[in-house]
């Protein structure tokens, strides 16, 4: 019986190359996006598309209905993928901002997840993916908005695979550190939505305009340790078809050195690596 897969967020990145490698792995792969141009190119592109919008509450239980109609009534794995950030200071962070990024990249989430989890104990098996992050255990600074929705989507992920052991349901969490894909353009237009500064309006202008914004508006180039996006793919297709997932893949070598680092330092001293003093 072949096996059916809802991922989302897969217009780029991430998302795409692992909608086209686990199809290639013989998954019936249903790739969501929030644009429907988008769907339609996934569509010609050979994949089963749905629109699934995390900050549309009406588009995500639409989505969910048409993936469940186009599987026959089966989702064996669901790959929750795709959110931004918003590039700041947490004190120049307008509240709305937070509110608006907790839709996309955690309430949209776990709206879709308790959608699956009713599917998934009829069947009495199935696997929640968690693409989170290793901002999701490790904060970096300007990275706040980020880092609280990636934090609460570990807690929240690390409850559900305690509550749903024994019914056949794995919840795990992938956690890559660089992987190439679209989220630094991206981040740059929600910087100038919520963020970008006067001299009148934040302390933190000079900064922004000499450290942030040169990264933020640079000509693109690979970080040190960035990886593509095979490499989420790899750990992916281990979480949905190992006999028993792991809790937890990391990916890229930041998520193993910060995952050690937090492991043996005390907070202060973490605080004074990852920030930079």
Not at 60 to 71: K, M, P, T
Not at 119 to 129: F, L, S, Y
Not at 271 to 277: P, Q, S, Y
Request: proline share 4%.
């Amino acid at each position: 019986m072949t096996k059916t897969m809802l991922i989302t967020g897969c217009s780029s990145g991430i998302g795409y190359h692992c909608a086209h490698g686990m199809k290639a792995r013989g998954w019936q792969v249903i790739a969501s996006c929030r644009k429907p141009e988008d769907v339609e190119r996934m569509r010609a592109e050979g994949l089963e598309s749905v629109l699934i919008d995390y900050e549309d509450d009406t588009s995500i239980r639409a989505g969910f209905d048409a993936a469940v109609a186009i599987s026959g009534g089966r989702i064996d794995a669901l790959f929750n993928n795709g959110a931004y950030g918003i590039p700041g200071m947490t004190e120049d962070l307008p509240t709305d901002a937070l509110r608006q990024i907790f839709e996309a990249n955690f309430f949209g989430w776990h709206t879709l997840t308790r959608l699956a989890i009713p599917v998934m104990r009829a069947q009495k098996a199935g696997r929640i993916i968690q693409c989170s992050s290793v901002l999701g255990f490790a904060a970096l600074k300007t990275r706040g908005a980020y880092n609280s929705t990636k934090f609460a989507l570990e807690g929240l992920s690390d409850t559900m695979r305690m509550e749903l052991a024994g019914t056949g349901i794995e919840v795990c969490l992938i956690e890559p550190g660089p992987v190439t894909s679209k989220i630094r353009q991206n981040a740059a237009t929600h910087y100038e939505k919520w963020i970008k500064p006067s001299a009148e309006t934040s302390v933190w202008e000079e900064f922004y305009r000499t450290e942030l914004e040169t990264r933020l508006y640079s000509e693109y180039k690979k970080d040190k340790y960035e990886l593509g996006p095979e490499a989420v793919l790899k750990k992916l297709i281990h979480a949905a078809e190992a006999a028993r997932s792991n809790p937890r893949y990391y990916v890229t070598t930041p998520t193993y050195v910060a995952g050690f680092l937090k492991r043996i330092l005390s907070t202060r001293r973490l605080d004074r690596i990852l920030g930079g003093r």
